[in-house]
């Protein structure tokens, strides 16, 4: 399997006929797997819960802090092309040793330059599917894939040094 630098894959995205004004690149840090660009990226979400704290003695008086981060599993969709055999490849050395990998989603504008990038800390796929398709119906055959991962904020190294700084 060859892989492909980011120049390359810009360069092979310019001769594309670009049908949307953005689409999203799914980079893995490891080199081996090159997941390419997609059409539709969902799940870029994250929530607090909340904890309430009340004292015994202080009327109808509380208080609210943030609690834990909760982050929503990543979809990515696009057609089914021949990029997709990236997808095969890592899902197949993934199935039976699931190791977290680290990675981005970058937005492109319309000619690929890089408008947001989100980093995403330890990801897996935990799911993946080709819509179904109808060789009677003209319509294009699509196919989802699913991420689980700990987060996309900075917010993880600062929590595990002032955890620490806390415990001295």
């Not at 630098?5 to 810009?10: N, P, Q, T």
């Not at 994250?46 to 509380?62: A, H, I, L, P, S």
Request: proline residues 4%; charged residues 15%.
């Amino acid at each position: 399997m060859q892989v492909m630098g980011i120049d390359s894959v810009l360069g092979a995205m310019a001769n594309e006929t670009v049908s949307m004004a953005h689409r999203f690149l799914m980079l893995i840090d490891n080199p081996a797997y090159n997941l390419g660009f997609w059409q539709k990226a969902s799940g870029l979400t994250v929530k607090w819960e909340t904890c309430t704290y009340r004292t015994g003695d202080q009327g109808n008086e509380f208080w609210v802090y943030p609690s834990v981060t909760k982050y929503e599993n990543i979809k990515l969709q696009r057609a089914i092309s021949p990029a997709s055999g990236a997808v095969q490849a890592w899902l197949s050395s993934t199935s039976a040793n699931a190791l977290p990998l680290s990675g981005c989603i970058q937005l492109l504008d319309n000619i690929g330059v890089p408008i947001m990038q989100w980093r995403l800390w330890q990801f897996y796929p935990v799911g993946w599917q080709v819509a179904e398709f109808n060789a009677a119906e003209a319509r294009v055959v699509m196919e989802t894939l699913e991420l689980a991962h700990t987060g996309f904020l900075d917010d993880q190294v600062a929590g595990a040094s002032a955890a620490s700084v806390t415990s001295r």
